[in-house]
């Protein structure tokens, strides 16, 4: 391990007006690492007051290279080269045990920083005393929860507890009095074992809101770390982990129950979602099943299970049971539950005025379960002009894996079409009882020649079905 060029940064002892040290682990992460620094050269802080510690850790791309350039012309930038350690625990409590700051914020080598988040960060912590600062982070082609509407002196811990990255700005001096540092083996959620601590311990939590401050970007080429492959054994080992923790740092019971309770429906049951559930591998399927089940014997008892809400409660009792075919079957009537799409597979003018369609629904039925479905005719900007009982279906396919499809057979009467003289009326599915609506989409309707009425079926750019309504 070598530290590059002792010209490329200050002495590090030396702490004289330093508010943040702004800790980055590097591997591999060009061209995206390029975008940081970028974001990092022009925050509106005052160069001397922050410091940026770069841990190259053992990089094969143009990295290296990169770095080093970058801080040769900045006294406030230091690169760190070492060999590589396989994970980013040991390159964060690297940077950290450099760090001259009275803050310390982690940042990643694809991500970006938004110009004022430094300033806003350092600023709102001195001013309120926050040991832990959560900015107002967004998500660039990746999800990133959404925790509250406004900043927060004080943030609800159970909320903040929804998000385990370590993009956090942390008070030094609170991080070296109880001693918190990350996991450095390669074990998933290390950052998530961090912050458990840092939560806990802190005599204040806050959320900054207002402006973005973060934005953490999902690479193209598939390497950011939360989605690569992982082994269940091991991601739910980690989660266990993260629960211990929890559990032993937390002086009210009860919450740590519930904090533990909405990790495990975040982390493990989404693992039984249906589109999920149904293509995962059998063999996978097994090892999810038994970790999940050894990890709720630990930190899971029946009556903490009993406050999941639906459709969790019942898929975590599949699972505590070790049912497979519940899961299959819950997963079936889950699909079928939700209408997912419309599609119109032929439609004809009749002979005596009118349109006829064929329209394939996707889900929005569960089983024998009768929900009455309709058809909405639309004007384009303006309100409903016909609303038609789509009946009881002609058909109903199963496909494995894969929400039900119902087929209609439903006739637009000539008096709609009448109601829409002169504009476009835009057609959508609709489950009785319930306000959103599905679009039919067209994909074997193209054009049908106008009706003698002047009324033209057309599909637009997205194939969603429209018809074009003639004066008379």
């Known amino acids: 391990m070598s530290v590059s060029r002792s010209t490329t940064g200050p002495d590090p002892d030396d702490d004289a007006g330093v508010a943040v040290s702004v800790v980055v682990p590097v591997h591999d992460a060009m061209p995206y690492l390029v975008g940081l620094l970028r974001s990092l050269a022009e925050q509106d802080l005052d160069a001397d007051a922050y410091e940026v510690i770069l841990v190259d850790d053992g990089s094969t791309d143009e990295g290296p290279r990169v770095l080093d350039a970058w801080a040769a012309d900045r006294p406030q930038a230091r690169v760190v080269h070492q060999e590589n350690s396989g994970w980013p625990g040991a390159p964060r409590n690297r940077g950290l045990e450099l760090a001259r700051g009275r803050y310390v914020f ?3 080598a694809d991500d970006e920083l938004g110009p004022e988040a430094l300033r806003r960060m350092v600023e709102f912590a001195d001013e309120h005393g926050s ?31 929804h998000t385990l990255t370590p993009q956090k700005l942390f008070r030094r001096s609170f991080l070296e009095r109880e001693q918190i540092r990350f996991p450095e083996e390669k074990v998933r959620l290390e950052d998530g074992m961090m912050l458990a601590r840092a939560y806990l311990l802190a005599d204040r939590v806050s959320f900054l809101g207002g402006e973005v401050a973060y934005h953490l970007i999902s690479r193209d080429d598939g390497q ?6 992982f082994d269940p ?12 923790l929890i559990r032993e740092n937390d002086p009210d019971t009860a919450r740590a129950d519930r904090v533990v309770l909405d990790l495990y429906r975040r982390t493990c049951l989404k693992f039984y979602q249906p589109a999920r559930w149904s293509t995962m591998p059998r063999a996978r399927r097994e090892k999810f ?7 709720m014997d630990v930190h899971i008892p029946p009556a903490l299970e009993d406050q999941l809400a639906e459709p969790f409660r019942t898929r975590s009792r599949l699972v505590r049971a070790g049912d497979a075919a519940g899961l299959d079957l819950e997963a079936r009537e889950s699909r079928d539950r939700a209408l997912v799409a419309a599609l119109v597979a032929s439609a004809t003018w009749r002979r005596l005025g009118g349109l006829r369609l064929s329209v394939e629904v996707h889900g929005a039925r569960a089983g024998d379960e009768h929900r009455p479905l309709h058809l909405v005719l639309r004007r384009r900007g303006g309100d409903v002009v016909e609303t038609l009982d789509l009946g009881s279906p002609g058909r109903v396919e199963r496909p494995e894996g ?15 079409l009448s109601a829409g003289a002169g504009t476009t009326l835009d057609l959508y599915i609709q489950v009785e009882g319930e306000k959103d609506r599905t679009r039919l989409a067209a994909p074997l309707v193209s054009v049908l020649p106008p009706a003698r009425s002047g009324n033209r079926v057309y599909s637009t750019v997205q194939n969603n079905l ?7």
């Not at 900015?135 to 507890?161: H, I, K």
């Not at 950011?224 to 492959?229: G, K, M, P, R």
């Not at 054994?233 to 993260?242: F, K, L, Q, R």
Request: aromatic residues 12%.
């Open 233 to 244: 054994d091991g991601y739910t080992w980690s989660i266990g982990e993260v629960a211990r």
């Open 289 to 295: 099943l038994a970790a999940h089940r050894r990890f």
């Open 106 to 108: 982690f940042a990643d």
């Open 402 to 416: 894969r929400p039900c499809v119902s087929v209609f057979d439903v006739s637009v009467p000539t008096a709609a």
């Open 224 to 229: 950011n770390i939360s989605v690569q492959d």
């Open 466 to 472: 429209s018809i074009e309504c003639g004066a008379g």
């Open 131 to 161: 040991d832990v600062l959560v900015p107002r982070s967004v998500g660039v082609g990746r999800f990133v929860p959404y925790l509250f509407r406004v900043t927060r002196v004080d943030a609800d811990l159970e909320r903040v507890f």
